[in-house]
């Protein structure tokens, strides 16, 4: 892919289909040869219900019948459909080098700034890693219905996941016991703004196809199979810290010091968050940095403790400026994030909605 490649006309504009018009789906549709498009939009249609509904039903199913009908038609329809989107990665990576170029002089403005500096040295006296004792109670709590003493035995018995695969039946109770307190949680982050100021954006659960994907890679990363034996993969679903998550904009250094400062008191007054987790990725290395194109913010895991199952969300907090550039590239992220080729365009279009977590 080359990043120098440059492009007289942008492959994105006077584009037009229906109500994917405003999706960010249909930047993909617009590299299709015309003959191709109704088949992508039967594909996307398909993979958007898919994902977004985890509790299945013989609907899904056949929505999946329905994508893999439009995907192997796609392909016969489309043979150049490679070529496009290597065009279309070499745009995107134009994109996102001239964005980057922005968000380092973002930073070097706020490094150059006394409020600035506060809030890259915010949170270093929370974790930054998964605190155990949250960890295991979730692990010990975590619902098998009649399971048998025998460890070989990867068995959900006779619940609500009877079955499922064992992977996938992990996975359904994290989304479940996340959905407990979703809203709760969006109630008490837009509370927060309304007291110190900013926006707040709801971003989209996160896709059942993303989430299955991070929790094998943690299975690998981890070694958690070595570790936990035939619960691996309830473990694996208990590193997911971000199935529901938003973003609070604070307009500028002065508003998110005293955001910031304030956070843990007032969540505590609320009597039932606590912060479990910050990661400050206005503090990355370089290296770092680079990986994320240079986009900053931090991400606040907060926590719902009933007593029984903690149930972990995530709060991105960032700044306005850094905002309003990684609104511009959402769609040049989730084109690069994808492998070359054909492979990369049908992965790309069946990876469910836009995720809204640079680098995670």
């Known amino acids: 892919m080359g990043a120098s490649a440059s492009f007289d006309v942008n492959p994105f504009e006077d584009f037009k289909l229906g109500d994917f ?41 056949d929505a999946w019948n329905k994508y893999d009908i439009a995907s192997k038609a796609l392909q016969e329809l489309d043979p150049g459909l490679g070529k496009r989107f290597n065009e279309c990665q070499e745009y995107a990576a134009c994109a996102v080098s001239s964005y980057s170029t922005k968000l380092i002089a973002a930073y070097e403005d706020m490094c150059n700034n006394p409020d600035g500096i506060q809030v890259i040295q915010w949170g270093e006296n929370f974790p930054s890693e998964n605190q155990q004792p949250w960890f295991h109670l979730n692990l010990q709590t975590l619902y098998r219905g009649n399971e048998s003493d025998d460890s070989s035995v990867d068995e959900w018995g006779d619940g609500p996941y009877q079955g499922f695969s064992e992977d996938d039946a992990a996975l359904r109770f994290a989304f479940e016991k996340m959905d407990d307190n979703a809203q709760l949680f969006h109630g008490y982050c837009k509370a927060l703004v309304n007291k110190f100021g900013g926006a707040y954006y709801q971003a989209p659960t996160k896709s059942y ?44 250094y002065s508003v998110a010091v005293w955001f910031l400062n304030n956070l843990e008191s007032q969540l505590k007054s609320w009597g039932e968050l606590t912060i479990f987790r910050v990661k400050n990725r206005f503090r990355m290395s370089q290296e770092q940095a680079e990986k994320m194109h240079h986009y900053r913010d931090i991400l606040i895991n ?19 400026p850094f905002n309003i550039l990684k609104q ?5 992220y989730d084109i690069l994030r994808c492998p070359p080729g054909e492979e990369g365009a049908l992965r790309f279009l069946e990876a469910g909605p836009r995720e809204q977590d640079l680098g995670e």
């Not at 511009?328 to 040049?332: D, I, L, R, V």
Request: one cysteine or more; a negative charge.
């Open 302 to 320: 907060i926590c719902f403790n009933d007593g029984e199952y903690s149930s972990v969300y995530e709060l991105q907090v960032t700044l306005l």
């Open 328 to 332: 511009g590239t959402h769609t040049y």
């Open 209 to 252: 196809v993303r989430a299955s994907a991070k929790m094998h890679e943690y299975l690998v990363e981890k070694d958690l199979e070595s570790i936990y034996g035939h619960r691996k993969f309830e473990a694996a679903a208990s590193f997911l810290l971000d199935l529901e998550r938003g973003t609070i904009v604070l307009p500028d």
């Open 21 to 61: 018009e405003d999706d960010f789906y249909g930047t993909m549709i617009k590299t299709l040869a015309p003959e191709a498009q109704p088949h992508a939009v039967d594909l996307l249609e398909a993979a958007r219900e898919g994902s977004e509904a985890f509790h299945w039903s013989n609907s899904t199913h």
